[in-house]
């Protein structure tokens, strides 16, 4: 059984700081896949990434970084220099490579940055 | 190109009342999912169909039924709707679904059930 897991339930920073959401993942599988998607006050769900289990290369996307370290099972979420519009709920989702593989959740963390 | 539309955007059903949500999307995607969103638990499978013709049960299947005659398509019914079926219903699809492929989303359903 795969499980993810977000233990910050909520964040709240002020602009410009950084901030970091956790991801521990579990799965079985020696392949899998793992995924951020953002989710904004509006509540549509934003794909951010996905990375295979085969590559552990750290992600730079602008203000965005992601770790991804499978001697601890992490995908953390890095956010540079938060701003306003980063408020949303970040959800890191997991997905096997065995049968038909669906889409594990975990229950989000809500980032709230003040001005 | 819409991605996935998903309609109605929000229904208002009494207790038994019977309605179905449909999922559309132009991707040309084989296969699509419905899921619901409830306060603090993320986001759980309700049913998934990884082609035209068939469907198959997730995590919380019970009190839905569904089914994807065109490939395009992937509709939601709830025959009896209960309170507890009053929850957030997004659809998603992806281009396969056994390698990892990333699921893009519609932009939800909002049901409240009195």
């Known amino acids: 059984a795969q499980k993810v897991t977000q233990a910050q339930t909520e964040i709240s920073v002020v602009e410009k700081e950084d901030v970091t959401l956790d991801c521990v993942y579990e799965t079985r599988d020696t392949t899998y896949y793992l995924f951020w998607y953002k989710q904004p006050p509006s509540g549509e769900l934003v794909f951010l990434i996905r990375?295979?289990?085969?590559?552990?290369q750290n992600e730079i996307s602008g203000r965005y970084s992601w770790n991804f370290q499978k001697s601890t099972s992490s995908f953390n979420f890095t956010i540079t220099a938060s701003q306003v519009v980063d408020s949303a709920v970040y959800f890191c989702?997991?997905?096997?490579?065995?049968?038909?593989?669906?889409?594990?959740f975990g229950k989000g963390t809500m980032l709230l940055v003040s001005p | 190109n819409a991605g996935v539309t998903q309609t109605p955007k929000f229904r208002v059903l009494k207790t038994g009342q019977s309605m179905t949500l449909l999922c559309a999307q132009d991707m040309n995607h084989e296969y699509m999912y419905w899921y619901r969103q409830d306060p603090g638990m993320g986001l759980r499978l309700i049913h998934y169909?990884?082609?035209?013709?068939?469907?198959a049960k997730g995590e919380v299947p019970d009190g839905y039924n569904v089914s994807r005659l065109k490939k395009q398509n992937f509709l939601l019914g709830l025959e009896s709707a209960a309170p507890s079926q009053t929850s957030v219903y997004f659809c998603?699809?992806?281009?396969?679904?056994?390698?990892?492929?990333?699921?893009?989303f519609g932009p939800g359903t909002r049901l409240l059930v009195l």
């Open positions: 990375r295979n289990s085969f590559d552990e």
């Open positions: 169909s990884v082609g035209e013709g068939t469907t």
């Open positions: 989702a997991l997905s096997g490579n065995s049968g038909y593989s669906t889409l594990t």
């Open positions: 998603a699809s992806s281009s396969y679904g056994n390698r990892g492929e990333t699921q893009y």
